[in-house]
């Protein structure tokens, strides 16, 4: 387990610094703090975004460069940041617009924005205060504005940061690469969990399915129609009266039963958890939250209630650890029903019938175990990660040999060590299309890997077209869900038979490639680097990478360039275009793998229950000089018998003698044992020339791979040789 988010300790480090002159220091290695004068810690700190203490270890360098300079503005707090000529800024957390984010102003507070309709966009769900800035050579840097409060983001010729609430610190990273940044941010914020290996296959939504009739009836589809998916979600209507922790006992009289139906098939259960308790007398959750003093109050000291989905809620006050550990009892006890994961909505906290959105500013939250009392303005940022961090525990108290999947649509920075996310009600429109890429770019910078949009779009009714090219980019999204709310049907056979099957090939090419996927995630698990990158990773120094939006890169090895792109600028090099099916349509993006790079792919499956890596296609594309690796990580796809040591993760090692093409199969970490067969996938100009698997299972001897392999007639592969770790293709010339 990850450092838990608020420790008494970080706090007391923060006490020591209450009111001091202005200080600066480097705390780590490139890695700077800077201290207004005056700055009182009880304002602003525990910092719910960083993990370590920051405790000095040598002064600023001279040359460090990049000063941050605190002022005023009106009244509020600035931060000003002179940058040099040519910096390209990205990240800022779940953003609209263009991917570099030059000349852009954004407001940090988040916001139910149905549809991205209000303040132009600028206000979304989610609150990250890090901004990625790219110099014109390549190195990068990274800035941390480290508290809660509301605040804006002004990028122009420098970065000015102001805040509506009282003086912040500002941390600073300096790297040579933006992937070296990635691991900074990573180690200074914390990673994602591993997630469970269901979580990244394909999961189909709708607000809303019921009866439970109508949910099994979609799972049934999805496996006559042989189009994959691991994940069928519940929204507020299998809800009595949307209370949460209640099941409607019309549409949802088993919920036990249903759930272990849908295990019998092979898919998962999520079911919608929100914030916002109904006020009802006789209402269990209500009638413990008010004997337990579990709700946020008003500035006058009474409960504060708003209207959502139920009617008039109050809202848990999870500021309070007496209050996250009854969130948690509750959540335990509803994973009695056999859901598998959550999913946490309307957490902002949003607020219907009022012009702010939400509740107000001068609500009261009372704190405890470390963080002092507030106000709104403080705690509103990080009350839905307050909400998903106590969801996590929980999920992993009531099933502690799984690992927890949570989704949440309120987060801030850091909150990616407890929930994966979304972007909210998109719309379906080609425009959201085509943002969604920029966004989760974005998202993935800001730390947060697992995320992606609804496919489809939420808001409105694709047309089938739309559906189709959406569907085919989806796959690759880190997080692939299609959602969409009432009245219409976005399921792949909604629009007819030409679509489902475009949308069967694209959610097909995801699970032939969750071998690569699965290997990302745990890359991002380990590092922070993200899973969807900008294509400028390939090549920090190409500056006409560096607003390239229509095309990304999947891991280091493949380029996603959707069919609509226009003339999108891709990196140098040899990279070729993987043909993976034998025909063609109009819809599916076009995979380009890199030039010295193997990636490993799987056998087509309709589920992950039946995943596994016991036949491995491997993709070679070699550089000129014969040379490619690449990496393959495996275990068991749940629980946390990885953290032990139950875990293998293989590198491949391909070159050239002569005209034979040599594969080094290296087990470099872990001690879990596989059996593997082996082909390899020879990646050309205009097609993949494959051999035979390998015709004997692989084992382990002596931390190599023994392989006996098989002879095929084919004019491009004759001889297909196995030594003691070695496979060796000898190809024609």
Known sequence: MKKILLTLFSFLIGFTLHVYSQTSFLFDENMAVFYPAGFDSVQTLPSPAVERDLLPISDIPVDWG?????????????????????????????????????????????????????????????????????????????????????????????????????????????????????????????????????????????????????????????????????VIWMDIDYMDGVRPFTFNKTYFPDPVGLNSYLNSIKFKSIYIIDAGTKQEPGYSVYDRGIAGNHFVKTDSGSIYYGEVW????????????????????????????????????????????????????????????????????????????????????????????????????????????????????NVSSWEHLKMSIPMSINLGLSGQPFNGPDIGGYVGNATPELFGHWIALGAFYPFSRNHNGEPSEQEPWAFGPEIEKVSQTAIGRRYRLLPYFYTLFREASQTGIPIMRPLFFADPADLSLRDEEQAFMLGDDLIILPRWANDAKLP?????????EDTEDNYQVTVILRPGAVIPMGKLI????????????????????????????????????????????????????????????????????????YRIGYVTDDEVIYTDYSSDTTQYMDMVNEITGSRRDRTDFTDFLMNAGQKICQMQK
Request: hydrophobic residues 30%; glycine residues 12%.
């Open 66 to 230: 990049i000063i941050p300079v605190y002022g005023t503005d009106s009244g509020k707090v600035t931060v000003t940041i002179n940058c040099e000529e040519g910096t390209d800024f990205y990240a800022t957390g779940e953003v609209t617009g263009h991917l570099r984010r030059n000349n852009t102003e954004i407001t940090l507070w988040n916001t139910d924005n149905y549809g991205y309709r209000n303040y132009g966009g600028t206000r979304l769900y989610q609150s990250h205060p890090w901004i990625l800035g790219v110099k014109p050579d390549g190195t990068c840097f990274g800035i941390i504005a480290d508290h809660t409060w509301r605040q804006k983001i002004k990028l122009s010729d420098a970065i000015k940061i102001t805040s509506d609430g009282p003086s912040f610190r500002v941390i600073v990273i300096k790297r040579n690469n933006p992937k070296e940044i990635m691991k900074a941010l990573g180690n200074l914020i914390g990673t994602i969990n591993l997630p469970p290996l269901w979580a990244i296959g394909h999961q189909q939504s709708r607000y809303s399915y019921y009866p439970d009739s109508k949910v099994k009836e979609i799972a049934e589809q999805f496996r006559q129609r042989e189009i994959p998916c691991d």
């Open 310 to 425: 139920p009617g008039l809620c109050a809202f848990p006050d999870y500021t309070r650890p007496e209050t996250r550990a009854w969130w948690k009892g509750l959540q335990r006890n509803f994973m009695q029903c056999g859901a598998d994961g959550i999913w946490n909505d309307m957490n902002e906290p949003a607020v219907f019938g009022d012009t702010i959105g939400t509740m107000p500013d001068n609500n009261r939250h009372a704190g405890g175990g470390g963080l002092p009392a507030g106000s709104h303005l403080r705690y509103h940022n990080v009350y839905g990660m307050l909400m998903s961090m106590s969801t996590y525990e929980a999920l992993l108290e009531a099933n502690p040999d799984k690992r927890p999947f949570v989704l949440t649509r309120a987060g801030f920075l850091g909150g990616q060590r407890y929930a994966a996310t979304w972007t909210g009600d």
């Open 572 to 580: 140098a090099g040899n990279w070729k275009k993987i043909k993976l």
């Open 606 to 677: 309709q589920s992950t229950a039946d995943y596994n890596t016991e036949f491995i296609t491997l993709l070679v594309n070699p550089n000129e000089d014969g040379t490619a690796t690449g990496t393959l990580y495996d275990d068991e796809g749940n629980g946390f018998g990885y953290r032990s040591g139950d875990y293998a993760m293989h590198r491949f090692d391909a070159s050239k003698e002569g005209d034979r093409l040599k594969i080094e199969i290296t087990l470099t970490e872990g001690t879990r044992r596989v059996n593997r067969h």
